[in-house]
């Protein structure tokens, strides 16, 4: 049984596997062919993308204000866009817009969907939320709040801020060893108006196959759920963490994010100890990473 701070570990340092075993395979339409199997020796040159970068600054922002501050997370956010910015979503740059004119920015969040009418619903805060597991995995209330505020800012419509609990709600759940698609269907349906198609996606994970999410569909790439589905679907597997992470990266789509969420879920049930070693030789500022894993657990 691995360990808490295994457990803690695991949820960031897979999620950063996810999101780089995914990078060559991302918006393709196709499964991969010949399908991946490691992490390019370049990305030890290169700066991190959006999926991990992202988890980052979050996870930064929560072990300093010990809450999710929009404000603080806004900021580092702009930082990243200006020195950074790699794999930024149009959503994403849209909000960190309106964050440099001064916008507060759970009013830029909204502002960028209702300019979409509504329509917006990327998974660009689902991907980085699984810090709000680790610093909230024993406070539902708090989570909760956090979940929101984390995703909100850059993603307003309810199916990104709910498929963002569920997944913060399921690493906190894997993080103590309890039932963690049960938590987060109970943290869904404790909201006032939880979204029928969240809660169908991960009510049904369990009982899916990998191809009957519709990763690889032109309009479902990048969709906020589809992204949460392919990440329960994977908890739900029995298979090593290995083989199941790339089942997901290869079956191709937003396979760098569809990886990072999977990965933030399988780390966070099977810990460090089942991530390859040579992937882990691949990540980029490991010791970081592991750093403000242990420190979101002295929340």
Not at 36 to 64: G, H, K, N, V, Y
Not at 104 to 126: F, H, I, Q, T
Not at 259 to 278: K, N, Q, S, T, W
Request: a negative charge.
């Amino acid at each position: 049984m691995p360990s808490l701070p295994s457990r803690a570990r695991g949820s960031l340092l897979a999620l950063a596997a996810g999101n780089m075993l995914g990078l060559d395979a991302e918006s393709e339409l196709q499964p991969r062919v010949p399908p991946l199997t490691d992490i390019p020796e370049a990305e030890l040159r290169r700066p991190w993308d959006d999926d991990l970068a992202q988890a980052f600054e979050l996870a930064q922002s929560l072990t300093r204000h010990r809450r999710a501050d929009p404000r603080d997370l806004a900021d580092r956010l702009v930082r990243w866009a200006r020195t950074n910015g790699r794999g930024m979503g149009a959503q994403t740059r849209r909000a960190i817009e309106l964050f440099e004119k001064g916008f507060a920015p759970l009013d830029a969040g909204r502002m960028v969907w209702e300019k979409s009418l509504g329509r917006a619903a990327g998974n660009g805060g689902v991907m980085r939320v699984a810090p709000v597991g680790l610093a909230f995995h024993d406070d539902p209330a708090a989570l909760a709040r956090a979940a929101h505020d984390a995703t909100a800012i850059t993603h307003a419509d309810p199916r990104c801020t709910q498929s963002a609990l569920a997944v913060a709600a399921a690493v906190a759940a894997l993080l103590r060893g309890e039932p963690a698609h049960d938590a987060a269907l109970a943290a869904l349906r404790a909201l006032p108006a939880p979204e029928p198609e969240v809660l169908e996606a991960v009510s049904a994970a369990p009982r899916r196959r990998l191809d009957d999410i519709p990763v690889r569909s032109p309009d479902a790439i990048g969709y906020t759920v589809t992204c949460a589905a392919a990440g329960f679907w994977a908890m739900a597997q029995e298979a090593p963490l290995e083989d199941t992470l790339l089942a997901v990266v290869n079956a191709a789509g937003d396979a760098d994010t569809n990886g990072a969420v999977a990965g933030a879920l399988l780390g966070a049930r099977d810990g460090i100890e089942a991530i390859p070693p040579r992937w882990l030789a691949r990540v980029r500022d490991r010791a970081r990473l592991e750093a403000v894993a242990l420190e979101l657990l002295k929340r």
